[in-house]
């Protein structure tokens, strides 16, 4: 059992590194494989504290990427925008406007607060990526792509389906940096297929694409 009170490998590089969590090295791993951190545009960057996402994304994307985040907790000395808050409250419109336009990549590392039983936490993060999978439709461009975290269970092959054809290829990734115990990996869909009116809340597959 790896000791909580001892930082792990990878805490110590982030530490060493300058990033605010660990969660850097499972991004820079997802970037290195799928290429999804855009050179221009936009990115909002759902459950953005402390921060390690964001700085990472700016430091590949560069200068020309614009950057959003939202996290119930604040942020200290975020690299773009950071609203805080919960992404139930804040509107698409709100998030558009701060990017200056549709975002290339939408991404989540957002989590809920685990109580320690798999299936219901579970559900919950299942519940939270649906929620972000939404701002998605409103806020990423045409060909746009969308990372997000998942705890693995029952609910995965359904949330997979609802996703699969709004994009052109999902990938299914669990970097080396996740936690050996943990059941967490992530999604990334790539391509993502705009429609001409995309409406809030609706999952399931446009019309016109089906
Ligand atoms: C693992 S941390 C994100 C780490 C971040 N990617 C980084 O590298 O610094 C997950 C975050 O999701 C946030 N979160 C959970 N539910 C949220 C919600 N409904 N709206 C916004 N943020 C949320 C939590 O407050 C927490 O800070």
Redesign the pocket.
């Known amino acids: 059992m790896p000791n909580p009170r001892r930082p792990d490998k990878y805490q110590q590089q982030a530490r060493a590194d300058g990033y ?2 660990r ?2 090295y499972k991004l820079r791993e997802i970037d290195d494989k799928l290429r999804v951190i855009p050179k221009k545009g936009g990115i909002l960057d ?8 964001s700085r990472f994304a700016r430091e590949r994307g560069g200068p020309g990427v614009k950057i959003v985040g ?4 604040p942020v200290e000395n975020y690299v773009g925008e950071a609203i805080e808050g ?3 409250e804040v509107p698409a419109s709100r998030f558009l406007e701060l990017l200056g336009g549709r975002a290339r990549l939408v991404m989540s ?4 607060s685990t109580n320690g039983n798999k299936s219901s936490d579970h559900l919950r993060q299942i519940e ?1 990526v649906r929620m972000a999978f939404s701002v998605a439709q409103e806020v990423l461009a045409h060909d746009g792509a969308f990372v997000a975290k998942i705890f693995d269970g029952s609910e995965v092959p359904t949330l997979m389906a609802e996703l699969k054809p709004w994009f052109r290829d999902i990938k299914r990734i669990r970097p080396e940096a996740v936690r050996q115990e943990s059941r967490e990996f992530f999604i990334a869909g790539l391509g993502f297929k705009r429609p001409a009116e995309p409406v809030r809340g609706e999952i399931d597959a446009p019309s016109a694409l089906s």
């Open positions: 605010e969590a969660s850097i759902l459950g953005c504290a402390p921060g390690s996402w939202i996290d119930l907790q919960s992404i139930l590392d957002m989590a809920p939270l």
